[in-house]
C-alpha cells in the first residue's frame, strides 16, 4: 500500500497499518518503517538464519547465494530498484512464451466413422481368427 500512496494513488489510510507503529505508545517510529522498506527485516532474517543453522540458510536463500546477494548489500539493492523505477517508471510488457504442446495421457475422441470403421476392423480380425482356428 505504501508504494502505490507514494505513487500518487488515493487511498485513505493511516501510519497504523505501517511497519513501525507502536500501538502501546500510538506512535509511529519512520525509521522501522523505512528499514522494512529498503528490507532490513530480510537482511536480519538472513544474519540469525545463517548463524543458528547454515544448511536451512542455503535451501532458503539458494536464489540469494547464487546471484552474490548478501545480507549487508540487499539495502544498496533496493535503492538501486527504487532508482531505476523512479529513472523509467512505466512498466515494460514481456512477450510470453507460446505454451508447449499439451500431451495427451487418453486416448483422442474418433468420430462416428472411425468409430464404425474400428468396429468392422475387429469383426474382421475376429472372424479371421476363429476361421483359422477351425481348420
Known amino acids: 500500500m505504501k ?3 507514494d505513487g500518487g494513488l488515493n487511498i485513505p489510510h493511516s501510519n497504523r497499518r505501517f511497519p513501525g507503529y507502536n500501538a502501546e505508545d500510538k506512535k509511529f517510529d519512520a525509521e522501522v518503517h523505512r528499514k522494512h522498506i529498503f528490507g532490513g527485516h530480510v537482511a536480519n532474517y538472513m544474519k540469525e538464519l545463517k548463524e543458528a543453522d547454515e544448511d536451512l540458510f542455503k535451501k532458503q536463500f539458494s536464489r540469494f547465494i547464487k ?3 548478501t545480507a549487508d548489500g540487499l539495502e ?3 535503492k538501486a530498484a527504487h532508482a ?7 512498466a515494460v510488457k514481456k512477450e510470453h512464451k507460446k505454451p508447449a504442446t499439451k500431451r495427451r495421457w487418453n486416448r483422442a475422441k474418433l468420430s462416428k466413422l472411425e468409430k464404425k470403421n474400428r468396429v468392422a476392423q475387429k469383426k474382421a480380425h475376429f472372424k479371421k481368427q476363429s476361421g483359422q482356428g477351425d481348420e
Open 76 to 78: 544498496a539493492l533496493y
Open 3 to 5: 508504494g502505490a500512496v
Open 84 to 90: 531505476k523505477i523512479r529513472a523509467n517508471p512505466a
Open 67 to 69: 546471484d552474490g546477494i
